[in-house]
């Protein structure tokens, strides 16, 4: 999906609005904006910003809402694709671009979970709503630290400045 890869049509992943309208949207622009020297960490800021204000909006209980809702993750969305395609293209890589892109969709998820409780005690006036929200977004956040924790021993940096020059080679096993 760049201009140095061919299409690959067989790709079946993510949401049907990315698949089958999104990914192909998001090439001119990251193009665009590739030529204009934007960071792809400032593309998944917008992302994360934009996501959270959806998120917020989520909770007032109006019909108008939604459909602003809707157009607002539709754009989020978007971003999340060209923030890709934008790495693609330029082709950087790093560590934190990752990292930064896996929180951000941990905590639009954990937000959404809890503006999702949020909303429903507004409608219902039950507790109920709150605390199973708040469970929820606490096992999301759970979630993407146990994603992270199963990262190699030899990519902590401690661990690898040591193990190039020592005896700690032996000791660890892949």
Known sequence: YNKNSPKNKNRHVGPIDARLLLRDLSLPIAYFLARKKVSTNKITLTFLLISLLANVLFVIPSFYTLLF???????????????????????????????????????????????????????TDQVMFLILSSIGAFFKAFEHQIEVSKLPITESPIIRRHYQSSKIRRYIVY
């Open 69 to 123: 809702l809707i157009i607002i993750l539709e754009i989020a969305q978007l971003l999340d694709c060209v923030d890709g395609q934008l790495a693609r293209y330029q082709g950087v890589s790093s560590r934190f671009g990752d990292n930064f892109d896996r929180f951000a969709h941990v905590l639009i998820a954990g937000t959404f979970i809890m503006a999702f409780g949020i909303r429903l005690y507004l409608q």
